[in-house]
């Protein structure tokens, strides 16, 4: 009854009260289940091609190095022209881009030459949207519900991360990556369509860059030379990513491909990402 409570003060007085920041919350989780069915057609389609773990892994590649390059420009973009003009503007072209998927994967069609730059323009999507995303949250809500906010946004964001692996299993085992990349389309438009429909709370008169704002950015650079424990975590970092990246995005793909289906891979996935929400929660 407690729970039960809290939930229902939340919608009249927290942050679900507030309309725009419900869109935002359901276009993230439907995004996100979205992402998910990508990340399991993806590999499906290139595996069943023959294309062979190699290829996967490059194509894999041709998303994440322009991803990571991306994201400094989508900070620098959300400052200039706005969070919300930016996540929609990713969100659009990133539907475009999973049609032109849908096509490819409908045509049986598994090469570098045509799913790498797909893959690449995804990736340098993801890289724009994201900054916008962790910032548009203080020009949503008043500060007393960013904390509630964040909170609820990032369980709906871990939710979809659950409900989209297991989808993507059942689709492509049932049907193939056709229809699990019509599904991340779709989840594109509605996000789109529901950053269209947010509206921002106005910024306080004369409100602008924090002082200082300039000198973040050298300021961070000087402290990572400085520090090396700062150090020593980065290298760390990027040591794990890097294997336990090319461990699950190419070499369970692969394995499960061969010996469990579709589905079979859809689930380890969904354990896997539950692992990681109850670790993190």
């Known amino acids: 009854m407690r729970r039960s409570g809290r939930i229902a003060a939340a919608f009249r007085s927290g942050p679900l009260s507030d309309g725009s920041f419900r869109l935002l ?14 990340a399991v057609a993806l590999p499906w389609l290139v595996l ?4 062979g773990a190699i290829l996967l892994g490059t194509v894999l590649a041709c998303y994440g190095l322009p991803r990571a390059a991306a994201i400094p420009v ?10 919300r003009t930016v996540m929609l503007g990713a969100d659009a072209a990133r539907c475009v881009l999973v049609v032109g998927l849908v096509v490819l994967a409908a045509g049986h069609v598994a090469s570098l030459g045509l799913l790498g730059p797909v893959a690449a323009l995804l990736g340098a999507g ?6 916008a995303s962790f910032s548009i949250m203080p020009s949503l809500l008043e500060p007393e519900h960013l904390a509630a906010g964040n909170a609820v946004n990032s369980a709906a964001v871990q939710a979809g991360s659950v409900a989209g692996p297991v989808l993507g299993g059942l689709l492509v ?5 056709t229809p699990a990349f019509a599904v991340d389309a779709a989840s594109f438009a509605v996000s789109a369509l529901s950053m269209a429909l947010i509206r921002l709370r ?10 200082g704002h300039g000198r973040a950015e050298g300021g961070l650079w000087s402290l990572l030379r400085r520090e090396r424990p700062l150090q020593i975590i980065v290298v760390v970092v990027i040591a794990a990513n890097l294997a336990f990246g090319g461990t699950f995005e190419v070499a369970l793909p692969a394995l499960a491909h061969a ?4 589905d079979g891979y859809g689930r380890s996935e969904e354990r896997r990402v539950g692992k990681e929400c109850r670790s993190r929660w």
Not at 25 to 38: L, N
Request: hydrophobic share 40%.
């Open 25 to 38: 919350a359901c276009g993230q989780f439907t995004s996100t289940v979205g992402d998910y069915c990508y």
């Open 48 to 51: 069943s091609a023959h294309g």
């Open 74 to 83: 989508g900070g620098v973009l959300a400052d200039k022209v706005g969070t």
């Open 126 to 131: 993801e890289g724009l949207f994201i900054p």
């Open 173 to 177: 085992a049932a049907a193939g990556p």
């Open 202 to 211: 106005p910024s306080p008169a004369g409100a602008g860059a924090p002082a």
């Open 259 to 262: 010996r469990f289906g579709a």
